[in-house]
């Protein structure tokens, strides 16, 4: 036998077991998994989000019938047990309009209404747009299959000529494919400031 064919039966033999020897380590060298994990919650706030059906930040995410982006989301929404209807908390919404501004918005909880294509923002309402102004409300209504929302009570707010209020803010466009207005009505009182229309 010539040393080449000796050379390959010494590797038939050292080739398995080297394979061998390496597969054994990775089992051995390997940590263990810990099995116990602890949950972060106890069994009483288990049982309270089965029975109130909370879930943690949900978010919804959606387009008018003109193609503009909506988005709502939430810390935590709760179903809400029987006869009573689902809330939520640290509401926030996005309207990305066509043009390529926003009008956001952030409340201390509100409610999502899928089936009735609305969103309702309560509780210290802030609504901003890209355009510089801001209005806060305690209510505000909006629409989720078109831009559009009302304020069914006082605004106080801010914007590129001064501060305001008035005791109605609506928002949404006049015509079918028009853009996005948002009107102010009931008793207007504007406090007009030049300086700020010349920064």
Request: hydrophobic share 35%.
């Amino acid at each position: 036998m010539d040393g080449h064919s000796r050379m390959v039966q010494f590797l038939k033999v050292l080739l398995p077991l080297a394979a061998i020897v390496l597969l054994s380590t990775v089992f051995l060298l390997s940590r263990s998994i810990e099995t116990s994990v602890s949950v972060p919650f106890t069994q009483k706030d288990i049982d309270e989000r089965l029975a109130d059906q909370v879930v943690t930040q949900p978010h919804y995410l959606g387009t008018t019938r003109k193609g503009e982006e909506v988005q709502i989301q939430a810390a935590q929404a709760t179903q809400g047990r029987e006869g009573s209807l689902p809330t939520t908390a640290e509401f926030r919404g996005r309207l990305g309009l066509l043009n390529g501004g926003v009008i956001t918005m952030d409340s201390n909880s509100g409610m999502i209404r899928p089936d009735k294509n609305s969103a309702t923002f309560v509780g210290d309402v802030l609504i901003t747009t890209t355009d510089g102004i801001q209005v806060r409300t305690d209510l505000l209504n909006t629409s989720l299959d078109e831009i559009r929302g009302d304020t069914p009570g006082q605004v106080d707010g801010t914007g590129i000529i001064g501060d305001f209020s008035a005791g109605r803010m609506t928002f949404g466009t006049e015509k079918k494919d028009g853009p996005v207005h948002i009107l102010f009505t009931d008793g207007v009182k504007l406090v007009y400031e030049p300086e700020k229309t010349e920064r």
